[in-house]
């Protein structure tokens, strides 16, 4: 297409800049072994989207975990090779350890948490907190995800220290249902926790606790000096993550020593840090997967989900779509080839699903459309049965990589027919995961949306709450994260399965069947698996990757060489 030619040609002249040099190094993204960490100052990180919520049961954004690892906690946690570890736990229960026992088609995991544990205001976290933060989940109506929540059937406390989680089903991700605790003492006694400072301020047991949240402008975190490793850790006294309006902005300010570190690079950017030895990079190949997600449901607030989208509710509509999606060219010219075409929802780990989607091929794409009815008018935009193919594209405001994609996307579907229109609104909305705020995919209020996701080691926690039919949102129950209102009773009972058995092997293939079902509805177009890119200035220590975490996991380590 050479109008399609002429926007990868001007969005490489815009990049142009941003081209790799010669003989470009990038400085080690963690502290030296022989390094000793200095204590005190503050760090700044840029942020380019704010949080709408911290409060962990709220939480659906990226930039909410980056701000909550510096103070939530939960049970366990992930080590890089996607191994489990216990965090607030003593250990991670298993059958072998005789944590775990199973009971029929039930399971019992008993956890034991470390002694000593304190909140960061100084009362003692005890088991209580365990099943408080079930029971949260379970009966605030505006929970963001119930996913392993509402598999558990009761909580035992046998002491302080112990809680005994009673499974309904054999429920294998089980190491990674309690993430983030929550504190009884503090919440039992509140009508609604979104009204309450908890909401950005919340309280937690880890290295730094949240001072001040400034909209617009600022979340201060301080040391916890209830912290379990204090007064060793953390090394810095405070973290700033600072707002600002666009990832330009905050690279600009990354350069000019204004802030230490800067999240979530695209791979354009890059060579801009790469060629400073002021600067350097931490370029983990994470589960992060951009997609586009087509909504098979009327476009309105509350929608049906059992309603029929007048366009994309088409199947070969959506073909179409992906057959007219240049996957390989965007890597290419936006993303200097650092990514690869995306395949599924699950790009990492044991069970990564590889099967690619069709190939593009704007041909097969117009020929699709015209077998399916889908006829020309004088301008070019297709219709059918009176029905005119224009649709709707939204993605996240300030993000110049996703609006250069679009700029190809538009001129690309344009051509084979289809006529897309811009809609984009703030991350704060779009990704709130939310309906009281609004969050669209929440509500149906789109036609098609782009944004990213990035599964944990077991992937239960990403396929059941998004793709299976049950958690589809309604005004009844926001909770469901299945936006494309997908249904299929063939990837239902393959996700049921899967989250049944502690077979891996029998896993693996149900969420391949699950999977492949998904594909094949043609409801998501997975554009690229990316790797997750974060700069810093070199002063900026201690930083270590995590293929299955966000980079601030370890910030209780983080340190300012002076």
């Not at 089903?169 to 919440?187: E, I, Q």
């Not at 117009?366 to 939204?394: E, M, P, Q």
């Not at 094949?520 to 700069?535: C, E, S, T």
Request: glycine share 6%; net charge neutral.
């Amino acid at each position: 297409m050479k109008r399609t030619l002429s926007v990868f040609a001007a969005l490489a002249m815009a990049l142009a800049a941003c081209a790799p040099g010669t003989g470009a190094t990038t400085a080690s993204a963690s502290a030296k072994a022989s390094e000793a960490p200095v204590k005190g100052g503050t760090a700044i990180v840029a942020i380019w989207q704010e949080p709408s919520s911290l409060a962990p049961h709220y939480a659906n954004q990226t930039v909410s975990d980056i701000v909550n690892y510096g103070v939530l906690e939960g049970l366990a946690d992930t080590t890089t090779e996607g191994e489990y570890v216990p965090t607030l736990a003593t250990k991670v229960p298993t059958v072998a350890n005789g944590g775990v026992v199973v009971k029929g088609s039930k399971l019992d995991v008993t956890w034991e948490l470390r002694p000593g544990l304190k909140w960061s205001d100084g009362s003692a976290l005890t088991s209580a907190d365990v099943r408080f933060t079930w029971e949260i989940f379970m009966k605030d109506p505006k929970v963001n995800n119930r996913t392993g929540f509402s598999e558990i059937e009761s909580i035992d406390l046998p002491n302080g220290l112990t809680a005994v989680v009673h499974y309904r089903s054999l429920y294998a991700p089980y190491p990674r249902n309690f993430v983030a605790l929550m504190p009884k003492n503090l919440l039992e006694k509140e009508a609604d926790i979104s009204k309450t400072d908890y909401n950005r301020k919340p309280m937690g047991t880890g290295p730094f606790k949240i001072t001040d949240f400034k909209a617009g402008d600022s979340i201060t975190l301080e040391r916890n000096t209830n912290y379990r490793f204090g007064p060793d850790k953390p090394y810095l006294d405070k973290m700033i993550f600072k707002s600002v309006p666009t990832v330009e902005v905050a690279l600009a300010q990354l350069k000019a020593g204004e802030v230490h570190a800067v999240w979530n690079l695209s791979a354009s950017q890059t060579p801009d840090v790469e060629k400073d030895a002021a600067m350097a990079l931490q370029v983990v190949p994470g589960p992060t997967v951009e997609r586009i997600e087509l909504n098979t449901a009327v476009n309105k607030e509350n929608t049906d989900p059992n309603s029929v989208h007048p366009v994309l509710g088409d199947l070969e509509m959506r073909k179409a779509l992906l057959y007219a999606t240049p996957k390989q060219q965007l890597i290419d010219k936006l993303l200097f080839g650092k990514a690869s075409p995306g395949t599924s929802p699950v790009s990492q780990g044991w069970a990564a699903y590889k099967v690619p989607q069709e190939g593009y091929d704007p041909a097969k794409a117009s020929a699709t459309l015209d077998k399916a009815g889908w006829a020309k008018g004088a301008d070019g935009i297709r219709s059918k049965n009176g029905v005119r193919a224009s649709l709707t594209y939204t993605t996240t405001t300030g993000d110049q990589l996703r609006e250069r994609v679009q700029q190809v996307l538009l001129d690309e579907w344009k051509a084979v027919g289809v006529e897309v229109k811009i809609q984009n609104i703030p991350s704060s909305v779009l990704l709130s995961g939310s309906c009281a705020s609004k969050d669209p995919r929440k509500l149906g209020t789109f036609d098609m949306v782009q944004f990213a996701s990035a599964p944990g080691i077991d992937p239960h926690s990403t396929v059941e709450p998004r793709y299976s039919s049950k958690n589809i949102p309604t005004a009844a129950n926001c909770a469901g994260q299945n936006y494309t209102r997908f249904k299929s009773p063939e990837a239902d009972r393959a996700i049921e399965a899967a989250g049944a058995t502690l077979d891996q092997a029998a896993r693996k293939a149900a969420y391949a069947t699950a999977l492949k079902a998904l594909n094949d509805a043609y409801v998501i177009i997975w554009l690229y698996d990316r790797a997750d890119i974060d700069g810093r200035r070199a002063e900026l220590r201690g930083w270590a990757p995590n293929t299955w975490q966000r980079f601030t996991w370890n910030i209780g380590d983080w340190f300012l060489k002076k």
